[in-house]
Nanobody, 115 residues
Framework: QVQLVESGGGLVQPGGSLRLSCAAS????????MGWYRQAPGKQREQVAL???????KYVDSVKGRFTISRENAKNELYLQMNSLKPEDTAVYYC?????????WGKGTLVTVSS
C-alpha cells in the first residue's frame, strides 16, 4: 500500500501562484507515472499534469505555460508549480501515483482562486 499526501493548497488571488506538494510513502524512483488531477464543484475529475518515469510530461491545454510538474526523487515528492492562477483553476487537486500497475490516490488539497 502506498500513501500519498498532498499539501500546499489554499486561497490565492487571480494572477497569483501556489506550489502543491505530494509526499509518497514509497520510492518514486520506481513509479511508472505520477500526476495531478483536479475536480471542481459539479464537474468531473480531470487530469492536469502527468510525469512519467522517463520524465516525459503532459499537460491539459488549459494549464500549458502556467503549470509545471516536477519531482524530487531524494524526497519522494511530486510538485505542481501553478502560476498565473485563474478563478477557473479553483478545485480540489489530487495526487496520483502508479506503481506496478496499481493506481494510488491522495485525499486532495483545495485550491481556491478568488479576489
Amino acid at each position: 500500500q502506498v500513501q500519498l499526501v498532498e499539501s500546499g493548497g489554499g486561497l490565492v488571488q487571480p494572477g497569483g501562484s501556489l506550489r502543491l506538494s505530494c509526499a509518497a510513502s514509497r520510492s518514486i524512483d520506481s513509479m511508472s507515472a505520477m500526476g495531478w488531477y483536479r475536480q471542481a464543484p459539479g464537474k468531473q475529475r480531470e487530469q492536469v499534469a502527468l510525469i512519467l518515469n522517463n520524465d516525459a510530461t503532459k499537460y491539459v491545454d488549459s494549464v500549458k505555460g502556467r503549470f509545471t510538474i516536477s519531482r524530487e526523487n531524494a524526497k519522494n515528492e511530486l510538485y505542481l508549480q501553478m502560476n498565473s492562477l485563474k478563478p477557473e483553476d479553483t478545485a480540489v487537486y489530487y495526487c496520483l501515483g502508479v506503481w506496478d500497475g496499481v493506481h494510488y490516490w491522495g485525499k486532495g488539497t483545495l485550491v481556491t482562486v478568488s479576489s
